[in-house]
């Protein structure tokens, strides 16, 4: 449950952001969002003026927002009449995050509070939401404590002739068993994501997901993740998952190897190793997000597998990191064009992979914490490929 | 793989639509309205004149796409500087899914199309798609059997003593070993579903989904399904899932005893499979979606059973009935308010449920298409309250 000192302590935080940027109030509509403030998930608005109490407006359950939320204004929401009335004219300018509201929904409100003028908020909320507190933190561990002991368990059941989906099916049982909450949220428009990926073969295929791996998948309308494959001996077998617990998402990938495998793919195994300890170094308060991808790129280069790196060649992902948190796509991005300084406390998955077509996908992956001593591993278990005995 | 008569067929269709509408044009944007048509989901845009051959402008897999696709016309996305030159003068009004497109998106596509008028077409491409092709049946037919075999299996697993998350983990196991592709589309805005309800006592639980029953959960951020509550004897377990298989997606419910159920429990349910059964004689085409939700209501108000028909006395929905097929919550809805008549070839799950405060959940769920010997059930085994020895 979030506690009074810390949601006052977030709402602070974004009134004093929107005073400085001359709004008078957010009207929050996305359901993350308004947890992160809230406390609560429902079906809900979240009207935060620049000062003053929010008020949280609630379709459903406000039997259950009031019982899990510390805001103390919460209310049935307004009809189209009453909406006007609960808004003064002193109120001008009002944000929103334009990266997730519908069109009908944003229609709806300018029609109801005419005349005002409606701003986007969604980098100023994604930038506040990506450095994370103790609190936060700490669920994030936990959460990544039980992930690493699924990801430990693998041996036990990942066998030669079973299909991908046998081990996707098997690990997500364990997950789910261990207190995964199994819906993995992603605020970008067009991606979703199925919970994760348990490929070998199937990972080269050509995919929708912005990733350097997509999977083969079950069908045309869901292609990503684990297909029918068998999954052979002496090839490399990708499991990438995200667990989420206490709304709280932590992403790791380890490689796993039936028998023995092809130097090539050790050697660019290595090349991602190399390029995931440069980055954790580097992830200092004020580093700049884009040049630790192109720290990333420059040492793919080097080692010649460029045109492999973060996917198939010629379509390749522009990142090497995301941030995490109640969503699997938070900010910071080591991107390209992501020019923001890294901020303490952001949390931070870290993914080099190659994928070489008709070899196989091979890389790394772990959920960090930007700190002044770089990053803080909280995927906190062995990278190395695990050899299983054929 | 989407063949190209049906293509072709799904699209002239929508054309005409365009066409009747006086609408220049349909710019797709989202990942399903854009599979429904081009048989492939990328993240990608369509562009669909009222009239000639459409276009796919893919950003990602462009290699996939043209794999998958039976369209003729499938290239790279434009930039925005070449994105002006691809639409005529001619082109007046653009066709957009208001529902589902988010503001950024919208506003970038006006920015890059300017002096043109857009209009929502998301009711148009809503109702093409609930009226079913017989290839689209068949796959959800299939789908169904295979979520059906797994309900079957249920007596094997539930045990007295277990965490309604046990039970939801061994049901999700075997529905995905079944081939379930994992993730359960919705398209409204706010709601989000991690496969379904494995629940007993914590069914209960006031919650944000637009449904009778939304479970515990496992958080406050995931407040949503199976919970930590030990599933207890003599009590009513629900077990309501969704299976998509080939992105076709089947509904259902069934509710399994351990040990014996109390009488006003049982009456419940017997009431809920006469609402049901009237629903299943009354799904012909033609019918008035509304008029079957105010038939369901007055069953139940009749039984005295009213104040918590499809949801906690205070917090209940307002339908008996959804549309099923690539996403969960397609039209028609049997719900207040939607007066579209029945077509033949739509598919509609239809739930009866009650909530009984401190009681439980009970009722039933199958889906059904509609046909003029009323609706035809998919989800084809027996309706009945398993009771399991304890």
């Known amino acids: 449950m979030l506690t009074i000192t810390e949601s006052e302590h977030r709402i602070s935080h974004m009134q004093r952001r929107l005073q400085e940027s001359g709004i008078s109030g957010a009207l929050f509509m996305f359901p993350i969002d308004i947890y992160y403030f809230s406390g609560t998930r429902q079906n809900a608005a979240l009207w935060m003026p620049a000062e003053g109490v929010p008020i949280l407006f609630v379709r459903k359950s406000l039997t259950r927002a009031r019982a899990e939320s ?4 919460i209310r049935p929401f307004p009809s189209g009449k009453e909406f006007p009335t609960l808004f003064s004219d002193e109120i001008i300018t009002i944000g929103m995050t334009f990266d997730v509201i519908p069109v009908q929904q944003f229609n709806y409100y300018t029609k109801v509070l005419p005349g005002r003028k409606f701003v986007d908020i969604s980098p100023i909320i994604r930038e506040i939401r990506s450095v994370k507190s103790n609190a936060e933190l700490e669920k994030l561990r936990s959460g990544a404590e ?12 990942l066998k030669a002739g079973m299909r991908e989906l046998d081990l996707a099916a098997e690990f997500e049982y364990r997950l789910r068993k261990a207190g995964h909450e199994g819906y993995v949220r992603m605020r970008a428009f067009n991606q979703e994501l199925a919970g994760g990926l348990a490929v070998s073969k199937g990972g080269t295929a050509h995919g929708c997901f912005d990733g350097a791996v997509t999977g083969k998948g079950l069908s045309c309308a869901s292609p990503q993740g684990a ?28 490689i796993f190897v039936i028998g023995s495998l092809d130097t090539r793919l050790q050697e660019a195994f290595d090349v991602a190793i190399s390029i995931q300890s440069a980055i954790q170094q580097a992830m200092i308060p004020g580093a700049i997000a884009e040049n630790l991808y192109l720290l990333a790129l420059q040492m793919a280069e080097k080692a010649g597998l460029d045109s492999c790196f973060m996917g198939l060649p010629g379509e390749q992902s522009k990142f090497v990191g995301h941030g995490v948190g109640l969503e699997l796509d938070e900010f910071p991005i080591l991107a390209k064009g992501f020019n923001m300084p890294l901020q303490a406390g952001q949390t931070i998955a870290v993914e080099p992979k190659f994928v070489i077509p008709g070899k196989g996908v091979i890389g790394i992956e772990n959920t960090f ?5 770089g990053g803080l591993k909280v995927t906190d278990i062995p990278d190395e490929i695990v050899f299983i005995k054929p």
Do not use: W
């Open 369 to 373: 914490i930007v700190s002044g001593h």
């Open 227 to 254: 297909s029918l494959e068998i999954i052979p001996e002496n090839e490399p077998i990708l499991l990438d998952y995200a667990g989420v617990f206490g709304g709280y998402i932590s992403d790791m990938t380890r």
């Open 70 to 73: 510390p805001l103390v204004d």
């Open 146 to 157: 039980k992930l690493c002991s699924v990801f430990s368990e693998v041996p036990q059941f």
